[in-house]
């Protein structure tokens, strides 16, 4: 199945580098561009892409607030965003995975760990194993901000006592791979096990999955190290 990609960046030199190492891949294909977040969310409700590969900063609607309105759009339950800056701070990731990103990379990134961050992202996984990255979730998402819906361990119940288990291994950053050897598992079934989770939770990806574990307080931050 081809990969849509929506482009929202207000830099056009930029978008059309972005298209022309896309579209040079046969299972993608750029369905739209946008130059504010105020055209994402439009364009993302007319062309329904698969990935919204989203910049922060951009005049009208910034990035983030396209951000929220697309993945709090019903009707666009399948489109992940994958947010792409250059102000790859901890508060605009926290932000970002806030408002439903499934993902964030700066734009030093290589082509081709572009292609693979849209990649993971369509597949409904998550761009979340660095270490840094794992700081940055912990830090922020045990806070959540003020105007962030209510969460609780309750809500949890629904989940089967191995589910839970996957979910805090995933949630500490592990990969399916990684669970299942810590778990005597194999990597289908701790895939299962995410997907059931997901689905029982209403999580749109795995990210989602990760935010939820730690605004109910099922994973506890680690303590950070200075520096």
């Known amino acids: 199945?081809?990969?849509?990609?929506?482009?929202?960046?207000?830099?056009?030199?930029?978008?059309?580098?972005?298209?022309?190492?896309?579209?040079?891949?046969?299972?993608?294909?750029?369905?739209?561009?946008?130059a504010d977040g105020a055209e994402a969310i439009a364009l993302a409700r007319a062309r329904r892409p698969s990935v919204v590969l989203m910049d922060?900063?951009?005049?009208?609607?910034?990035?983030?607030?396209?951000?929220?309105?697309?993945?709090?759009?019903?009707?666009?339950?399948a489109t992940r965003v994958l947010i792409l800056t250059?102000?790859?701070?901890?508060?605009?990731?926290?932000?970002?995975?806030?408002?439903?990103?499934?993902?964030?990379?700066?734009?030093?990134?290589?082509?081709?760990?572009?292609?693979?961050g849209i990649r993971t992202v369509a597949a409904g996984d998550?761009?979340?194993?660095?270490?840094?990255?794992?700081?940055?979730i912990a830090r922020f998402l045990s806070t959540p901000e003020s105007d962030a819906p209510a969460e609780s361990i309750e809500q949890l119940a629904i989940l089967t006592a191995r589910e839970r288990e996957v979910m805090v291994l995933?949630?500490?950053?592990?990969?399916?791979?990684?669970?299942?050897?810590?778990?005597?598992?194999?990597?289908?079934t701790v895939r299962t096990h995410i997907q059931r989770a997901m689905t029982k939770l209403n999580a749109r990806d795995r990210t989602q999955l990760v935010v939820i574990a730690y605004r109910t307080g099922l994973?506890?931050?680690r303590p950070l190290s200075a520096g």
């Open 86 to 116: 250059t102000f790859e701070t901890d508060e605009y990731v926290a932000r970002a995975l806030r408002a439903g990103a499934s993902g964030f990379l700066g734009k030093d990134v290589s082509a081709d760990g572009l292609l693979d």
């Open 126 to 136: 998550a761009l979340l194993s660095a270490t840094a990255t794992r700081a940055v």
């Open 170 to 188: 995933a949630a500490e950053g592990r990969s399916n791979q990684e669970i299942a050897r810590d778990l005597v598992l194999s990597p289908l």
């Open 1 to 34: 199945m081809t990969i849509r990609v929506l482009l929202a960046d207000d830099q056009e030199l930029l978008r059309a580098t972005f298209r022309m190492l896309i579209e040079a891949n046969p299972d993608m294909a750029v369905v739209g561009e946008a």
């Open 56 to 77: 922060i900063r951009m005049p009208r609607v910034n990035g983030l607030a396209a951000t929220a309105a697309i993945c709090g759009d019903a009707g666009l339950s």
């Open 219 to 221: 994973v506890r931050p």
